[in-house]
């Protein structure tokens, strides 16, 4: 199973994901923690050379294409073999962020940034999104807590709140399976509510490999 955990920086990501980690971990399952940009080698630079402060002449485009180069390494050195292994991986950020940040708050535009990413990503999409949702200002109490920001975290308040914006707009059109979760509530109230969500998946994903265990053994009869 692939969880991918979205939101607007300060919307509790670190503290669910090892929040769930431990649960899976409890329950026996196998948990590959990773997140983007990075996970990989590769990726951790290309990260270094997002997030740096000092980067401030890069352009748009720039930035999209490089979100898009860690996550084709991410999918094809740590991600497609943790699957292939059995693993549940849960990612902190994946495609919806870069269609939030770049296509929508940098003003992008969506298209562009599919396009580049379909190529990234070749197909493989997280059989969960979690969206995570809180309001501006715990978000902000959050941050302030943090003693350094990198350049899209010290960017304007005007991105911020576009990307707010764009995570929810996006959130209540997106395709594929998700679950949006208000993170203003206390952090094991956040935590029941995602893993009612993953063990409702996690047993679709069962009964789907089983049925089609099914079939293809009686084919072979």
């Known amino acids: 199973m692939f969880i991918a955990i979205e939101g607007m920086d300060g919307s509790?990501?670190?503290?669910?994901?090892?929040?769930?980690?431990?649960?899976?971990?409890?329950?026996?399952?196998?948990?590959?923690?990773?997140?983007?940009?990075g996970g990989t080698p590769i990726g951790e630079k290309i990260r270094e050379i997002l997030l740096a402060p000092e980067n401030i002449k890069m352009s748009v485009r720039t930035e999209a294409l490089l979100y898009a180069a860690s996550r084709a390494q991410h999918i094809?050195?740590?991600?497609?073999?943790?699957?292939?292994?059995?693993?549940?991986?849960?990612?902190?950020?994946?495609?919806?962020?870069?269609?939030?940040?770049?296509?929508?708050?940098?003003?992008?535009?969506?298209?562009?940034?599919?396009?580049?990413?379909?190529?990234?990503?070749?197909?493989?999409m997280p059989d969960l999104?979690?969206?995570?949702?809180?309001?501006?200002?715990k978000a902000i109490q959050r941050k302030k807590a943090q003693k350094e920001l990198d350049r899209l975290e010290a960017e304007s308040m005007s991105f911020h709140n576009r990307v707010n914006q764009g995570f929810?707009?996006?959130?209540?059109?997106?395709?594929?399976?998700?679950?949006?979760?208000?993170?203003?509530?206390?952090?094991?109230?956040?935590h029941r509510e995602i893993w009612l969500a993953?063990?409702?998946?996690?047993?679709?994903?069962?009964?789907?490999?089983?049925?089609?265990?099914?079939?293809s053994k009686e084919a072979e009869e």
């Open 12 to 37: 509790g990501k670190s503290t669910q994901i090892e929040l769930l980690r431990q649960k899976l971990t409890d329950t026996h399952n196998s948990v590959l923690i990773t997140r983007e940009p």
């Open 168 to 190: 929810r707009d996006l959130a209540e059109s997106y395709q594929y399976p998700k679950v949006i979760i208000n993170t203003d509530q206390d952090a094991q109230s956040v």
């Open 129 to 137: 999104t979690i969206f995570l949702f809180v309001s501006q200002e």
């Open 76 to 124: 094809d050195e740590v991600i497609e073999p943790a699957l292939a292994a059995g693993k549940i991986v849960i990612t902190d950020r994946y495609v919806a962020s870069s269609y939030v940040y770049q296509g929508i708050a940098r003003e992008l535009g969506l298209d562009p940034v599919r396009k580049i990413n379909e190529f990234a990503i070749r197909g493989r």
């Open 198 to 215: 993953v063990t409702e998946r996690l047993n679709m994903n069962k009964k789907t490999q089983s049925a089609g265990a099914k079939i």
